[in-house]
Structures are given as structure tokens and as C-alpha cells.
């Protein structure tokens, strides 16, 4: 009971969504919102998975990583489906807190997996894409920043399912989409990884959306259980 009132007490108020990307913290682009919204609805049509994009302005000192996972829960990102349902809580969060008063190292990105995702989205693959998303958000291009990261996680999910996404670009070698070896020495991000963005660690609508589907108007039914966080 005790544990269960401090969990709730540590939360922070999330707005309820308002589409596939939700730029709360007013810092994206409308053409990579767009660009992110139709992958992530071809997306969602081939592969039944779900990625939720939010920007927050400000988390209040709670980790990147669980109000990531607050998030995807809250929303119930990823479809319950039924036991043995490749569907089922297919679901992933990307957070991103930006720059305060654009100095490097205190922004966070975070990217929360479901886990009908872990499978084929592994912490050493989490974080080898929000390391590809890093220089565009160190130099507050949120929107290019999002969108690759959007892009690289929908290839992964086109590979898991053997779909072909219209909308993702084709991406080089080595962008994250390919299972790099780790270096001796380094350490994989977790599934839910977040990061200090811009430093050391120290055809979508935005206002509204149209779309009837999955998180967006369902209750809550997903379990998102793993999160990786850094700063930027």
C-alpha cells in the first residue's frame, strides 16, 4: 500500500494523447511531425505495433526512464491482445525532455519497449539508436533527431514482421538498424534507455488527431516494462 502511494506520489501529470507524436514542449517541426505520423500509422497498419513520440518541457528531476514507462502504461501504448499474440504489448515510448536554456547536458532522451518488443528491440539495439539520434538533438534539431530515431525503430519492427515500410527512408550501415558488435569496454544502453541530450551526463496533426485506433482512444492496456534513458 505504502509502496503503491509513493509510486503514485512520484508521478508526474501527463497530458492525454493527442496523436501518434506529441509535442507538449512546442519544440518540433511540423514537417517531421508529419513524417513521423505516416510511419508511424503504416506502421501500426502492417505490424499492429505502436511507438508513441512525446516531448515534455520538463519532468521535474524524475529519470527520463520512468516517466517514460509512466507514460506508455498511463496511455496503454501497445495492444493487450490475448496470449501468444505477437501484438501483445508491441508498444514503444520515446521521450525527449529538451535543452533548458540551450545548455548542453541537460536534456534527456528515453525510449521505453513493451514486451512483446524486447525480442527484437535488445538494449544494445536501444541504444544504438538514441546514439543516432543524439547529434541532431545536442544541436536542438529535435525534429530530424525524433524522426530517426522513428525511423529506426520501424525498420526494426519491418524486420521482425518481414513488412516493407513505404515511409522509412533506406538508412546507411551502421545508423542503428543492424545488430553492430558492442566495443570491449563499452556498455549497452537498457531497453528504455535515456540520456543527457547536447553534453556530458551530468501527415500528422499536432493540436489534434483523427485517428481511431490503438492507444490513442483505448483504455490503458499495455504493459511497458522496459526503459533506457541518457542525457544530451
Known amino acids: 500500500m505504502l509502496v503503491t502511494l509513493c509510486c503514485a506520489l512520484l508521478q508526474i501529470a501527463v497530458p492525454p494523447p493527442r496523436g501518434y507524436v506529441n509535442d507538449f514542449a512546442g519544440v518540433l517541426d511540423t514537417t517531421s511531425v508529419a513524417q513521423m505520423t505516416a510511419v508511424i500509422t503504416e506502421l501500426r497498419e502492417k505490424t499492429r505495433g505502436e511507438i508513441a513520440v512525446v516531448t515534455l518541457a520538463d519532468i521535474h528531476d524524475r529519470p527520463a526512464a520512468d516517466v517514460a ?105 551502421g545508423d542503428g538498424a543492424q545488430p553492430l558488435p558492442i566495443p570491449l569496454g563499452g556498455a549497452a544502453a537498457g531497453s528504455g534507455d535515456s540520456g543527457v541530450v547536447g553534453g556530458s551526463p551530468e501527415g500528422g496533426r499536432e493540436g489534434g488527431s483523427s485517428l481511431d485506433q490503438g492507444f490513442l482512444t483505448s483504455p490503458p492496456r499495455a504493459r511497458i516494462c522496459s526503459r533506457n534513458a541518457v542525457n544530451v
Do not use: C
Not at 538514441?130 to 526494426?156: C, H, T
Open 69 to 173: 514507462l509512466q507514460i506508455g502504461r498511463q496511455w496503454g501504448v501497445g495492444a493487450k491482445g490475448e496470449a501468444g499474440d505477437p501484438a501483445k504489448n508491441l508498444g514503444v515510448v520515446v521521450l525527449l525532455v529538451p535543452l533548458k536554456n540551450h545548455r548542453p547536458g541537460t536534456g534527456q532522451v528515453s525510449i521505453a519497449t513493451g514486451r512483446g518488443a524486447e525480442g527484437f528491440l535488445p538494449d544494445a539495439r536501444v541504444g544504438r539508436i538514441r546514439d543516432a539520434m543524439k547529434p541532431y538533438l545536442a544541436r536542438e534539431d529535435y525534429g530530424a533527431g525524433l524522426a530517426r530515431g522513428v525511423d529506426l525503430i520501424a525498420q526494426s519492427f519491418a524486420q521482425e514482421f518481414g513488412v516493407t515500410l513505404t515511409g522509412v527512408p533506406e538508412l546507411p550501415p
